[in-house]
């Protein structure tokens, strides 16, 4: 599962459910608090909760909103000087500006589908039906940084660890969202910062796919471990790279209850790689020789990468007969010291089908209809094929109709604006599976 050269993977926002919140009674001076309202971008509204607080100085805060799938994610800076609020969401891609009038904030804000304005009221903090606790646990030299959201109700509940897609990944976003929805339904679930990133120590770039593994079942441990969890009915629920390696966790635990596999291919690293290299030229709209150019040079890419960068000259040398072609630019090939050559080695041979056929415990698929990474009919069947010869039970699978691997769906270039949303159905329809496990 390399990364994408010609674009970097986007962070995965799923749907949120935006917490109930009642008007706020007492007015608070400054920006700390909650405050909940909307962003209106070309007469498109998108409801929004924000929290901002200070400590010292500083001033931080967090953004959830429903359709965005955003929960808890945390803005870049915060900058408050006497009434006048700035503060950058994901990595400079939205800029708010606004001033703060009593209980009302409202300003501007601009992205990159152009701009708008925003209105939000102070409201009060919102009660959850869960406890949530921030715990830290070891694995393979790292300190993981999570956090733990347990039901409130009597006795022991099942648990989900939440695992990462490709890249830097945070547990905020799409993970807390999740999280969230678990907990909601009564199963515990702990959502975790990759190593590396967040509050987690570790680098992501210097370890394989098995110290991935591991971490996850240091989550487990942890689930196991807690009064209010059930050590006999603890799962995984990974999206991508995470349910590409699912197989894996529950391979090397043996006390894996349950899979979740969202948008999980089956197979080796090579095949997705160069399933989506496929996809991007075809759509890139480099056909017949001119197809089979592009394809030729990744493949010999993939092949550098593989070996550590063992024959990079050459991969360079041919870049540059080939140095007028779009695809070059395309490829976007790192430098020779990059850590990828580092990095792909050590994942380069992995293939999730060896896993798969030790698989003996309930597993749900979920895969976008329009998934551009995998295989979406042929994983399907043969994660399902392999189950089975390993003897567990039916694999179930759900198609998200019109999703994309991130099963976020956004306009299509030239379409009318709309701000992007989850796929329906998910992951409400996970959590129900989940559920039904233990009635």
Request: glycine fraction near 10%; charged fraction near 15%; include cysteine.
């Amino acid at each position: 599962m390399l990364f994408n050269i010609a674009a970097t993977f986007a962070l995965l926002f799923l749907t949120v459910a935006t917490p109930t919140l009642a008007p706020s009674s007492a007015p608070v001076i400054g920006a700390s608090g909650y405050w909940s309202g909307s962003l209106i971008q070309r007469g498109k509204a998108l409801d929004v909760v924000m929290q901002f607080k200070r400590a010292q100085s500083q001033y931080a805060g967090t953004f959830t909103a429903d359709t965005q799938a955003v929960m808890e994610y945390p803005f870049d800076s915060v900058a408050l000087k006497d009434s006048h609020i700035a503060f950058v969401l994901g990595g400079g891609d939205m800029r708010f500006e606004g001033e703060v009038v009593g209980e009302v904030m409202n300003g501007q804000f601009t992205g990159d589908e152009g701009t708008g304005t925003f209105t939000l009221h102070r409201v009060a903090p919102p009660v959850l039906p869960y406890a949530v606790e921030t715990v830290h646990f070891q694995s393979h030299g790292a300190t993981l940084a999570g956090t733990l959201c347990v039901p409130r109700g009597p006795g022991r509940h099942a648990g989900v660890v939440l695992l990462h897609g490709s890249g830097p990944q945070s547990r905020w976003g799409t993970l807390r969202f999740i999280a969230d929805r678990l907990a909601r339904a009564g199963i515990a679930a702990l959502a975790y910062d990759k190593r590396g990133s967040g509050e987690s120590t570790g680098d992501w770039r210097t370890v394989g796919y098995d110290v991935l593994a591991g971490d996850a079942i240091a989550g487990m441990n942890l689930l196991a471990a807690h009064s209010g969890v059930d050590r006999n009915r603890i799962g995984i629920w990974g999206h991508s790279q995470g349910a590409y390696i699912a197989p894996l966790i529950a391979h090397r635990s043996g006390h894996v209850a349950f899979i979740v596999a969202a948008d999980g291919n089956d197979g080796t690293n090579e095949q997705q790689d160069l399933l989506r290299a496929t996809n991007q030229i075809r759509d890139n709209g480099w056909t017949g020789e001119s197809g089979a150019q592009a394809l030729a040079l990744y493949k010999q890419f993939l092949a550098v990468a593989a070996a550590g960068g063992q024959g990079y000259d050459a991969l360079a040398a041919q870049m540059q007969r080939e140095k007028q072609q779009p695809w070059v630019d395309w490829m976007a090939v790192p430098p020779r010291t990059s850590w990828l050559f580092k990095w792909y080695p050590l994942v380069a041979s992995y293939d999730s089908r060896a896993y798969w056929k030790t698989v003996r415990v309930p597993v749900l698929l979920v895969y976008g209809e329009h998934d551009e990474l995998s295989d979406v009919p042929g994983s399907i069947a043969s994660i399902t094929a392999e189950v089975k010869q390993a003897g567990g039970p039916p694999v179930k699978a759900i198609v998200l109709p019109g999703a994309p691997h991130t099963l976020h769906i956004a306009p299509a270039p030239k379409q009318p604006f709309f701000w992007s949303y989850m796929a329906h159905g998910y992951p409400d329809q996970e959590v129900q599976w989940i559920s039904a496990r233990f009635k």
